[in-house]
Structures are given as structure tokens and as C-alpha cells.
Nanobody
């Protein structure tokens, strides 16, 4: 089972950018569909984006389209989330997740993941 560690969170002003990374252990990383989720204080976890094992397919939550971009480097066992034009409402703990059978669309459900990271906090100030 792959283990995931997120990094890259921090404090940024509204309109700024951050790139999150999720480093995976294990040589099977390239076989997983990967996703990013987030959870703001007092709210339920929500889907952000997903990417297929090859990187050829991506899928985004509607509110993130055009601002966020997911990518992966299988040689580095890492998936990225580039976040631009950040808003205070993007403040949340961001988690990455791995799923060995899901499509990028079905990742949005957020269930039956093989692994979750512990998250990285993103704070966007107004």
C-alpha cells in the first residue's frame, strides 16, 4: 500500500499562488489514480481534483476549474496541485489520496481510497 506525505502548504495572500506536493512511497505509485481533497474548518471534506495513473486524464471540481491544476511525475513518485488566484475560501487542510481502481470522475466521491495523506494546511488571507 502506498504511503502519502503532503507538503507545500502555508500562508498566502488572496490572489497569490501555491504549489502543493504529495510524495508517495512504493514503486506501485504509477498504478494509482491520485486525487486532492480539502477540508475547511467546520465543513465536510470536498473533492478538488484527480489525475489518472498516466497523467493523461484529469478532472476538477467546478469551483477549481481554471485556477487549480493537477499533475504528476511518476519518476519522482509525486503528484502536484498548482493553485493560482487563491481566495480566502480556499483556506483548508489539503489531502492527497490514492486509489488503485477509480476513474478520475469517481475519485470525486472520496470513498474507498487505498491511502490518505495527513494533510497540509493552506491559509489564504484577505
Amino acid at each position: 500500500q502506498v504511503q502519502l506525505v503532503e507538503s507545500g502548504g502555508g500562508l498566502v495572500q488572496a490572489g497569490g499562488s501555491l504549489r502543493l506536493s504529495c510524495a508517495a512511497s512504493g514503486r506501485t505509485f504509477s498504478s494509482y489514480t491520485m486525487g486532492w481533497f480539502r477540508q475547511a474548518p467546520g465543513l465536510e471534506r470536498e473533492f478538488v481534483a484527480a489525475i489518472s495513473w498516466s497523467g493523461g486524464s484529469t478532472y476538477y471540481a467546478d469551483s477549481m476549474k481554471g485556477r487549480f491544476s493537477i499533475s504528476r511525475d511518476n519518476a519522482k513518485y509525486t503528484v502536484y496541485l498548482q493553485m493560482n488566484s487563491l481566495k480566502p475560501e480556499d483556506t483548508a487542510v489539503y489531502y492527497c489520496a490514492a486509489n488503485s481502481w477509480a476513474t478520475v470522475q469517481s475519485m470525486r466521491i472520496g470513498r474507498h481510497m487505498d491511502s490518505w495523506g495527513k494533510g497540509t494546511l493552506v491559509t489564504v488571507s484577505s
